[in-house]
């Protein structure tokens, strides 16, 4: 690959390499005049001494003089050649964008600034489009060749760079063998990268051929860039160390085999993995034709499931029904969609043309949930049961019973029927997160008013199915008149549910009518339900009267032992089997049992975790006393730890600065596959909140990431996400597309990932370098900014950004 000039050993002047051809050429001519003069020597010979009769000394002659003027002119045109050539430089992607400015003489340590938010101060190239292809191929140093040589390049000021950059890599190193030491080093000193702009391979002398667009400043910055980008991949020992293999992965469960009656669903092959191959690319996408129209969920807007349903008494149309095939069509905008308003300020109030519908305006107006005001929609705060305010039901539910220390020991909760999620938005204040979560019915569009609000919420309802939790995860969980009817199910299964659920010594708040009116229905439920919590062992620590909002709550305990369960005189509801899996969840019928409080020190849930936020960084207890091995094949509680500490340099030193996005416009997060959570952990101190999905097949680490004080749930990518269209401003998957190629094809989960993330979002990818190519096309078919794309050897990253773009034609009915 050509560098550019050359820059001269122990200068700054630039000198043009001879073109290959023109030395040829010249070559030929040296040996033409060679000959002539032989020729001319034989001429002088004879005219000297008559008629040649003393051939072999006239030749002797003639080859003397011959030979001694093509050394001479071999000598000169060594020297020509040795003096216009110098060994171009070796470069790592600090130094890439290094000035060659021939008049105005830069520092060779600088280059154009390519983050975002500099625009003003980029090249031409740069400010048309911010693509960026760099792409890393294999180290093609010859073998012997000193590594020494490398760091120690002949050009002014590039041996203090190559120090610096190896200086801030020493913290890293710390524990590295030798080997994984040098493979890092060949990283960085590989002379065979390459930058893709605007599409198009350019070699770094054609980027530097406009000297006036570049200045000291801007070349600094690109120095910085470059070494970000360093951070895009794990190096060295972490690349060895975040490789999972299925010997070790064995020793941990997952939902799948967790979830006994969905193995079978797993096991039958997907149809999308045979009727869509992968390197379909060129498909040409269609706007999904459903009624749902822009508010599409395949799974929750199944019509033709729906229909076949023998019941809906236990909310069975309000479950998952998902589709055979995964849609490969995308969902239309609503007219005058606009770029969501940025958090904080949207918790108070949206665009209405992003979420346009106004029924629950008319429905719930006069309880404060929400208002229209011109282009807007607003939330002052209220609900049902706090139409003065949440901010006072929640100093309400604290000052009940003290013990609850929102944002100390109360971190993580659970919002049962949240309607607009006023609850959970106003709870990040204490810092608590909320996993809030409603179905998807008359209360219209509820859950995608909380996500455009910059609230997490989740479509999901209290049926016939275990919520995608896992057991004893939640710290308190809250029902504020959430219209479950806990005390008329069949043994109380879906109070039962949320004790699977709640944390031995965890809360239930239960803010409804029942609890302070005197109705002969209200009466008649509150004994029921004392009669319930009372067989389930749970403990009243609190009934409240709110005189401002006018409504009473009741706050009950889940045991913190077994000692209860062993002494009750009835026993109904009885206490789970054995075998019965408390954490499968994905697609499990609800159980009329409970499951007793763990006592073994090395299983989740037996004790309390740490205060938060000691708990983000606190290895969990059961993994520091179990001998288990870690998904990534050490000891859990080092893997743990290592995880976490990969993830805060990746973000610290990459996500947060070297992609260019500006995350002042970030705040609905997702990590499609997280291991530990170390990603959601990393982001603690900006202003987002992250979704950590675990997936079905994955080894079942959820439970570790709620022990975090962080959130998410399960789920299986072959199917769509329980969230509306234009949720979430970034996806991020780490060796998630390439697992799920042969269960169901890349397409079908490219446009679910297409159809939940927001115009101008972005998604970052973490794969295999042969995946990474083939998002890379289908993100380009359907017109997304490709803003960098990265590869070294079989690894790679990708940074996308969806844009405003829709195709006009529908598809064919579904």
């Not at 459903?290 to 149309?317: F, M, Q």
């Not at 008359?442 to 996500?451: D, G, K, S």
């Not at 409504?551 to 077994?562: E, H, M, R, Y």
């Amino acid at each position: 690959m050509a560098y550019g000039n050359p820059v001269q050993a122990g200068g700054t002047s630039l000198v043009t390499p001879i073109p290959s051809s023109y030395q040829a050429t010249e070559n030929l001519d040296n040996r033409n005049n060679t000959q002539k003069n032989c020729f001319r020597c034989e001429e002088m010979a004879s005219d000297k001494r008559g008629p040649r009769n003393d051939t072999r000394k006239s030749s002797s002659y003639c080859s003397g003089i011959t030979i001694v003027l093509f050394v001479a002119f071999c000598l000169i045109g060594v020297w020509m050649m040795t003096s216009a050539t110098v060994v171009p430089v070796e470069f790592s992607l600090a130094d890439s964008n290094r000035s060659e400015n021939r008049d105005n003489n830069l520092p060779a340590d600088s280059g154009p600034d390519l983050s975002e938010g500099n625009s003003g101060n980029k090249p031409e190239e740069f400010k048309e489009n911010p693509v960026q292809r760099i792409e890393e191929k294999p180290n093609r140093n010859e073998e012997g060749s000193n590594d020494k040589d490398l760091t120690s390049v002949p050009e002014n000021g590039s041996e203090k760079t190559m120090e610096r950059i190896n200086d801030e890599l020493d913290s890293e190193n710390t524990g590295k063998d030798e080997n994984s030491q040098k493979v890092e080093e060949n990283y960085l000193l590989d002379g065979s990268d390459s930058i893709t702009i605007n599409g198009t391979e350019e070699n770094f002398e054609k980027m530097n051929d406009n000297p006036e667009s570049e200045n000291t400043e801007k070349e600094k910055k690109s120095q910085e860039t470059g070494q970000k980008l360093i951070e895009n991949l794990p190096d060295g020992a972490q690349a060895e160390l975040l490789n999972e293999t299925s010997t070790q992965t064995r020793s941990w469960l997952t939902q799948d085999t967790e979830s006994k009656n969905e193995k079978e669903k797993i096991q039958n092959s997907n149809p999308n993995s045979l009727s869509i191959p992968d390197k379909k690319f060129s498909h040409s996408w269609k706007l999904c034709n459903v009624t749902a129209g822009a508010d599409y969920i395949p799974c929750l807007d199944n019509v033709k499931a729906i229909k076949k349903l023998r019941s809906t008494k236990h909310y069975e149309h309000r479950e998952r029904h998902c589709p055979e095939l995964g849609p490969i069509c995308l969902v239309p905008l609503p007219n005058g969609y606009k770029s969501p308003i940025k958090w904080p300020i949207s918790r108070d109030k949206i665009w209405y043309n992003n979420v346009p519908h106004t029924q629950l305006v008319q429905y719930k107006g006069h309880q404060n949930w929400i208002k229209v005001s011109g282009e807007y929609l607003t939330f002052p705060g209220g609900g049902t049961q706090f139409k003065h305010g949440v901010s006072h039901y929640i100093e309400v539910i604290q000052a009940s019973h003290s013990d609850i220390a929102w944002g100390k020991r109360t971190r993580v909760i659970l919002d049962v029927g949240c309607g607009v999620a006023s609850f959970g938005g106003y709870l990040f204040d204490k810092d608590v997160i909320t996993m809030s979560f409603a179905p998807k019915d008359e209360h219209e569009a509820q859950v995608q008013f909380a996500l455009e609000r910059g609230i997490p919420a989740i479509s999901a309802v209290m049926g016939t199915k275990r919520l995608p939790f896992p057991s004893a995860v939640f710290d308190a969980i809250h029902c504020a008149r959430c219209r479950v009817p806990w005390h008329i199910e069949a043994g109380g299964k879906l109070l039962l549910e949320l004790n699977r659920l709640l944390r031995p010594g965890g809360y239930f708040v239960w803010s409804a009518t029942p609890v302070y009116q005197k109705l002969q229905e209200d009466v008649a439920i509150w004994k029921s339900m004392s009669a319930l919590t009372k067989s389930m062992c749970w403990k009243m620590v609190s009934r409240t009267k709110d005189k401002v909002n006018g409504v009473g709550l009741a706050i009950f305990q889940k045991p913190s032992d077994n000692s209860c369960y062993e002494t009750r005189m009835a026993t109904d509801p009885p206490l789970c089997e054995d075998t019965d899996d408390r954490d499968a969840s994905w697609n499990v019928p609800l159980q009329t049992c409970m499951h007793k409080v763990p006592v073994d020190p090395t299983v989740h849930g037996a004790q309390w975790p740490q205060e938060w936020p000691q708990r983000l960084v606190e290895v969990p207890y059961w993994l520091k006393k179990s001998s288990k091995i870690g998904v990534y094949g050490k000891q859990a509680s080092y893997d743990f730890q290592t995880d976490y500490e990969h993830w805060k340099r990746v973000v610290s030193k990459s996500y947060l600065n070297g992609l260019g996005i500006d995350w002042s416009t970030v705040r609905n997060v997702m990590d499609m596959r997280a291991v530990y959570g170390g990603f959601a952990a990393a982001l603690r101190e900006m202003q987002v909140w992250v979704m950590n999905v675990v997936t079905t097949d994955s080894p079942d680490t959820l439970p570790i990431i709620y022990e975090r004080g962080l959130f998410g749930l399960y789920h299986d990518w072959c199917e769509s996400f329980s969230t509306y269209p234009r949720t979430y401003d970034l996806l991020h998957a780490d060796n998630l597309f390439s697992q799920l190629k042969s269960r169901c094809g890349l397409l079908p989960v490219f446009a679910e990932v297409d159809r939940i993330l927001r115009p101008e979002g972005k998604l970052i990818v973490r794969d295999k370098a042969e995946t990474i190519s083939e998002l890379e096309a289908m993100a380009r078919s359907l017109n997304w900014e490709v803003r960098m794309t990265y590869t070294k050897d079989t690894e790679g990253l990708l940074c996308v950004q969806k844009t405003l773009w829709r195709p006009t034609e529908f598809e064919a009915n579904m």
